[in-house]
């Protein structure tokens, strides 16, 4: 190969682009000049719309490494603001097209009547979580008050040298654990007991940290939303002091439609 090939085709490699998806939405999904998605810097976002459903997507270089924890800020900001307008399925994060007619024809029209079954189950509706971690403090205080043998590891271990209690500090950390988990199932058999009689599908993830407490997503209509956060607060009020309870949402609905996935 010549060199003015060579340089050629390293030209040619070099402004190649792909599309990078971040959701599946109605057709008539618009987008903002201010919306930014993965890449540095941030790609602008557009549409490609198929019949009655679209992509939102941003072209990007083909040879753009994703993965840094910009890449995935933008991608979770940007699906969630556009889960606050339409309802949307989110695909994972990383997934890319090379042009414009394989996101027409391999993602959208190959999996057409499948998303847009989802998008009328989700129209109307938002994903919101409940997530709540317990107060360090409150929570060893009410371990030690209910077990005996946790209190007893915790005098034997007060004022001691590590080393010399090292066994004893080991049983004391497999009690804790064993008894956060106990009482992790039974705040959140209690969080869904009392949001119950708002008739919301929920669904129970599992705990991102060692003092969660609870961590539920909830499908609520967007007439209920009010009824839905009053009812969490007075839940949250009575935890105050033991349980830090947050409210999260809208959201994409990762929990109730999955995720799509270009070739799915």
Same mark, same amino acid.
């Given at each position: 190969?010549?060199?003015?090939? &060579?340089?050629?085709?390293?030209?040619?490699?070099k402004?190649?682009?792909?599309?990078?998806?971040?959701?599946?939405?109605?057709?008539?999904?618009?987008?903002?000049?201010?919306?930014?998605?993965?890449?540095?810097?941030? &790609?602008?976002?557009?549409?490609?719309?198929?019949?009655?459903?679209?992509?939102?997507?941003?072209?990007?270089?083909?040879?753009?490494?994703?993965?840094?924890?910009?890449?995935?800020?933008?991608?979770?900001?940007?699906?969630?603001?556009?889960?606050?307008?339409?309802?949307?399925?989110?695909?994972?994060?990383?997934? $890319?097209?090379?042009?414009? @007619?394989? $996101?027409?024809?391999?993602?959208?029209?190959?999996?057409?009547?499948?998303?847009?079954?989802?998008?009328?189950?989700?129209?109307?509706?938002?994903?919101?979580?409940?997530k709540?971690?317990?107060? @360090?403090?409150?929570?060893?205080?009410? $371990?030690?008050?209910?077990?005996?043998?946790?209190?007893?590891?915790?005098?034997?271990? &007060?004022?001691?040298?590590? +080393?010399?209690?090292?066994?004893?500090?080991?049983?004391?950390?497999?009690?804790?654990?064993?008894?956060?988990?106990?009482?992790?199932?039974?705040?959140?058999?209690?969080?869904?007991?009392?949001?119950?009689?708002?008739?919301?599908d929920?669904?129970i993830?599992?705990?991102?940290?060692?003092?969660?407490?609870?961590?539920?997503?909830?499908?609520? +209509?967007?007439?209920?939303?009010?009824?839905?956060?009053?009812?969490?607060?007075?839940?949250?009020?009575?935890?105050?002091?033991?349980i +830090?309870?947050?409210?999260?949402?809208?959201?994409?609905?990762?929990?109730? $439609?999955?995720?799509?996935?270009?070739?799915?």
């Open positions: 190969m010549s060199e003015t090939a &060579a340089t050629g085709q390293a030209a040619t490699q402004h190649r682009t792909g599309y990078y998806i971040y959701a599946i939405a109605p057709a008539d999904v618009a987008t903002t000049a201010e919306a930014r998605g993965v890449g540095d810097p941030p &790609a602008g976002v557009e549409v490609i719309a198929h019949d009655d459903i679209a992509a939102l997507v941003s072209e990007i270089p083909a040879d753009h490494a994703l993965g840094t924890p910009d890449d995935f800020a933008a991608h979770a900001r940007l699906v969630d603001a556009a889960a606050q307008e339409v309802p949307i399925l989110p695909l994972r994060f990383g997934a $890319v097209l090379p042009d414009r @007619e394989a $996101v027409t024809e391999e993602l959208l029209a190959a999996n057409h009547d499948e998303f847009a079954d989802a998008l009328q189950h989700l129209d109307g509706r938002a994903e919101f979580i409940v709540g971690r317990y107060d @360090e403090q409150a929570i060893l205080r009410e $371990v030690l008050a209910e077990n005996r043998t946790a209190e007893q590891l915790r005098a034997a271990i &007060a004022g001691a040298p590590e +080393d010399a209690t090292r066994n004893e500090r080991i049983q004391l950390g497999e009690l804790m654990t064993q008894a956060v988990a106990a009482k992790r199932e039974q705040d959140t058999a209690a969080l869904v007991k009392a949001l119950a009689p708002l008739g919301y929920g669904v993830r599992e705990p991102t940290h060692e003092r969660d407490a609870v961590y539920v997503a909830y499908l609520v +209509d967007t007439d209920g939303r009010d009824r839905f956060r009053e009812t969490v607060e007075d839940w949250a009020e009575r935890q105050r002091g033991r +830090d309870v947050r409210l999260l949402g809208p959201v994409a609905a990762y929990d109730f $439609v999955g995720t799509a996935q270009p070739g799915s």
